[in-house]
């Protein structure tokens, strides 16, 4: 049984940072990509970021360059988002999901495994 624990949301003023961080465990689990994904009230869950595992290359959300980084701890099957430069716009439940295979980084089909979410508000 696979899980995915995600950690560190909370509430920061426009212009702030914050830093989520997400776990995936499992007795044979190691994850070929984990990614973020958000959800804000009435919207769709939209992509955020997302890490390959072998290679390390990352993608991100054009709404999110240049203010968000993805990076990951391989030994502890963990990623983390540091958020900066926050804006109200990104207030949202923050996803983290995992998965074996390494392609379909943007979308949330291509991931199995997903934790509860984390919520982030940002205030004006």
């Known amino acids: 049984q696979v899980q995915v624990v995600e950690s560190g949301g909370g509430l920061v003023q426009a212009g702030g940072s914050l830093r989520v961080s997400c776990a995936a465990s499992?007795?044979?689990?190691?994850?070929?990509?984990m990614g973020w994904f958000r959800q804000a009230p009435g919207k769709e869950r939209e992509f955020v970021a997302a890490?390959?595992?072998?290679?390390?290359?990352?993608y991100y959300a054009d709404s999110v360059k240049g203010r968000i980084t993805i990076s990951r701890d391989n030994a502890k099957n963990t990623v983390y988002l540091q958020m900066n430069s926050l804006k109200p716009e990104d207030t949202a439940v923050y996803y983290c999901?995992?998965?074996?295979?390494?392609?379909?980084?943007?979308?949330?089909?291509?991931?199995?495994?997903w934790g509860q979410g984390t919520k982030v508000t940002v205030s004006s």
């Open positions: 999901a995992a998965d074996r295979r390494s392609y379909g980084v943007l979308s949330t089909h291509t991931y199995d495994y």
């Open positions: 499992g007795r044979t689990f190691s994850p070929n990509k």
């Open positions: 890490i390959t595992w072998s290679g390390g290359s990352t």
